[in-house]
Every structure is written in structure tokens, then in C-alpha cells.
């Protein structure tokens, strides 16, 4: 056996807690693929127990502790029957993240209908202002028509931008 395998062994072997890849490659500053052929090394070498599932892997020094008086409290055993809940925790933890994602756009998505609602409120009280001044001044019939050929075109566009942000929500 390697130092590095011993070293990691050592390391598993003291440990208080499931240790994962991530773990061992900060602790020994090594790469993940170094890591892995250390980790496959001492389980091949029957030296460790890799519990868990694909996406969660946690390494255990095999029988630490262990004595043929005390084998229930053994560390191994110990820390063996603690993957279902570690695996739960981390893939809980997971879940948390991507729902704190997920409501960060919610949130910026809700600011954005807010945003073309108030231009539409906008739109629709600067044109009302406008049509009145421009009947209780007497503007030309041409200049009222431009104005609201504006007002109509200005309407279709926040329409489109409210059926634009309906289709980026769903």
C-alpha cells in the first residue's frame, strides 16, 4: 500500500463522520481522479466499505473499533447504519438549493408582470390626459387620429410583452 492510501486510511479510520470524495480531495489536496484510484485501491484491498448511491458515496474504514465483545458499537457499524440519513440530508440539501433557484426567478418573474402593469396604468393615464387636453384645446382631427394610431401601437406592444412574459412563466 501507497503513503497516500495509508494516509487516507488513517484519515478514514479516524474519523468521526461519514467522509465523501469531496472530503478526501480537500483533506489531501489530491484530484478527484487521484482520489478515486486511491479509494478503489483500498477497497480493493478490502481495507474500505463505499456505502451509498451513485450520485452519494461515502468511504468507511472497515472495522474500526470493532473487538469480538463490542461489535455492535463498532465505528464502522456505526457509521455504516448513518448513509440512509446522510444520503437523505445531502439529497435534501440539493433539493433546498434548486428551490432557492427556483424562487429567485418566481420573484424576478413577478417583478417583471408588475413592471408591464404599471406601464400599461402609464399608458393608458398619460393617453387619457392627452385626449382630453387635446378636445378641450381643439387639436386637428389628423393630430388626435397620430396620436392615438401611437396609443394603439403602444397597447399592442405591452400586449405582446404580457403574452411574452406568460409563455416565459409557463
Known sequence: MEEKEK?????????????NLEDIVIEFNLSESEAKKS???????????????????????????????NFENGKTYILKNLVPTRLELDTTRDEMESLKKELKNIYANFIAVISVFIAIFSIISTSSNVL?????????????????????????????????????LK
Open 132 to 168: 382630453f387636453q387635446s378636445a378641450k384645446e381643439g387639436w386637428k382631427v389628423e393630430s388626435v387620429a397620430s396620436f392615438a394610431l401611437v396609443l394603439l401601437a403602444t397597447i399592442v406592444a405591452v400586449l405582446v410583452m404580457l403574452w411574452g412574459v406568460k409563455r416565459f
Open 39 to 69: 479509494l478503489n485501491k483500498l477497497k480493493a484491498d478490502d481495507k474500505i466499505l463505499i456505502e451509498g448511491n451513485e450520485k452519494y458515496k461515502y468511504y468507511i474504514a472497515k472495522n474500526v473499533g470493532i473487538t469480538a465483545d
Open 7 to 19: 494516509r487516507i486510511l488513517k484519515y478514514l479510520e479516524e474519523a468521526e463522520e461519514l467522509k
